[in-house]
């Protein structure tokens, strides 16, 4: 079964680091993984990806502060987020996808998402 699964998510003061973590199936772990954010009545924003080979990059809405990672013993991807900001309030989604690697900074080439995690910044 093709899955992948979110947590992590919550509410913290700005400024503090929150690490999110995405499980899923042997078979979508070795292949292209991103992680995406959606606030309501807006599109969703792509944050970065790492691939089967460790190879990454990340959108400008993660430089500086987000960092993206994989435990390879428990088939976990995560996103460090450091000094978060109100703005960083969102739906936060993992997603993965073999046929990613063209084009991995693009949401529409992943197949598979996760429900999504909420993260919530106060001031």
């Known amino acids: 079964q093709v899955q992948l699964e979110e947590s992590g998510g919550g509410s913290v003061q700005s400024g503090n680091s929150l690490e999110l973590s995405c499980a899923t199936s042997?078979?979508?772990?070795?292949?292209?993984m991103g992680w995406f954010r959606q606030v309501p009545g807006q599109e969703r924003e792509t944050i970065g990806f790492i691939n089967n080979y460790g190879e990454g990059s990340y959108t400008d809405i993660a430089k500086g502060r987000f960092s993206i990672s994989k435990d390879n013993s428990k088939n976990t991807l995560y996103l460090q987020m450091n000094n978060v900001k109100p703005e960083d309030t969102a739906t936060y989604y993992c997603?993965?996808?073999?046929?990613?690697?063209?084009?991995?900074?693009?949401?529409?080439?992943?197949?598979?998402w996760g429900q999504g995690t909420q993260v919530t910044i106060s001031v």
């Open positions: 997603a993965a996808d073999p046929a990613a690697d063209n084009d991995p900074l693009n949401a529409g080439r992943y197949t598979y």
């Open positions: 042997t078979y979508l772990y070795y292949s292209c």
